[in-house]
């Protein structure tokens, strides 16, 4: 993502641009929400997917959800091109994924699948990116074996057009050490990230919103190793672009968050772990995303239990109880920060 002074990317300010010359054309400012179940009719399924790009880019997944439901929906009625039903499909399923509905994800993300090997071939490389779309869900369903095959299938179709420092690769780099980090292989990560930050960072700088993100995943692998240290010099890099970036967005900077404070905590300056968790807690609740509630009650759960506090410990406890049960979303402390 560009080095911006807004929360969208190059390419999201780019479809923010075609949505909104879609929805000018079609609705009157400030009608488009309150509107959109009585006209669906006047919308084409690429309008409604563009819309649903804008939400999305800034973390409004209840809002893009009918419009993206309502694309694929529209995209089958009117006979449109395999492709197109496809490209819904998939925007959906990454739309789930990013709610927590894993299985209405992976649902989706298979019969998408399905249709884009049909459409380009099982070795395109649209294929690869639906395949990590697909590993990510398995992981953080806690099938960890299918999200390595599926990591794997998509790095051999990349490796047919790419080369093995080739920037195209490096994200899948980052999903496997992703994985590895879960399954608790922390040397096969730590490989795996530093190959890949040495191409992010040489492709897109060391200030790019991406390299941050990658930098941050870095980051929490240390504190889960104890190298605090080294996980301080990465989030000190991390955490200031993502600040400025996500400004309004302050869910969007939970992760970091949760790297610094276990570092402050790791330094004995509870007062500064304290007040970031309880920023992570306040930007987790307002604007949830699956696995950030939990990931910030459950370090809270251990930063109240060294200071003694049992009274929070048991409420905080409780919080985290209920969340797990709704198994929305699988959850290991090894994963923590990484989802």
């Not at 190793?225 to 890099?237: F, T």
Request: a positive charge; hydrophobic letters at 40%; charged letters at 25%.
């Amino acid at each position: 993502m560009a080095q911006a002074k807004t929360p969208f990317t190059r390419h999201q300010r780019v479809i923010i641009a075609v949505a909104l010359l879609c929805s000018s054309l079609i609705l009157p400012v400030g009608t488009a929400g309150a509107r959109i179940a009585q006209e669906k009719k006047t919308y084409t399924h690429t309008s409604l997917r563009a819309m649903a790009r804008v939400y999305m880019a800034s973390g409004s997944y209840d809002k893009a959800q009918p419009l993206l439901a309502s694309a694929l929906d529209l995209a089958k009625a009117s006979n449109a091109s395999d492709s197109d039903v496809c490209a819904c499909a998939l925007d959906l399923a990454y739309l789930y994924k990013n709610q927590g509905k894993l299985d209405e994800a992976e649902t989706i993300c298979l019969s998408g699948l399905e249709l884009q090997e049909k459409v380009h071939g099982p070795r395109h490389p649209f294929v690869a990116y639906t395949l990590r779309i697909l590993g990510e869900i398995y992981r953080r369903q806690g099938r960890y074996r299918e999200a390595a095959d599926s990591l794997e299938r998509a790095m051999a179709i990349m490796r047919r057009v790419s080369s093995e420092d080739d920037p195209d690769m490096a994200p899948l780099k980052v999903d496997m050490a992703r994985l590895l980090v879960a399954k608790g292989d922390f040397t096969q990560a730590e490989s795996y990230f530093n190959k890949a930050i040495a191409v992010i960072e040489g492709s897109y700088g060391p200030t790019h919103l991406y390299t941050t993100r990658v930098l941050t995943s870095m980051a929490a692998l240390r504190v889960l190793q104890g190298r605090y240290a080294q996980a301080e010099a990465l989030i000190s890099r991390a955490l200031p672009v993502q600040e400025k970036v996500y400004g309004p967005n302050p869910h969007f900077l939970v992760p970091a968050w949760l790297v610094m404070s276990q570092v402050y905590k790791a330094k004995g300056d509870l007062t500064n772990a304290k007040l970031l968790l309880a920023r992570s807690l306040s930007a987790a609740e307002k604007r949830p995303v699956p696995g950030h509630l939990i990931e910030v009650l459950d370090t809270l759960v251990q930063l109240h239990s060294e200071t003694g506090d049992a009274k929070e410990v048991a409420k905080l406890q409780q919080r985290v109880r209920k969340l797990r049960a709704s198994k929305q979303f699988a959850y290991a402390a090894t994963a923590r920060t990484l989802q």
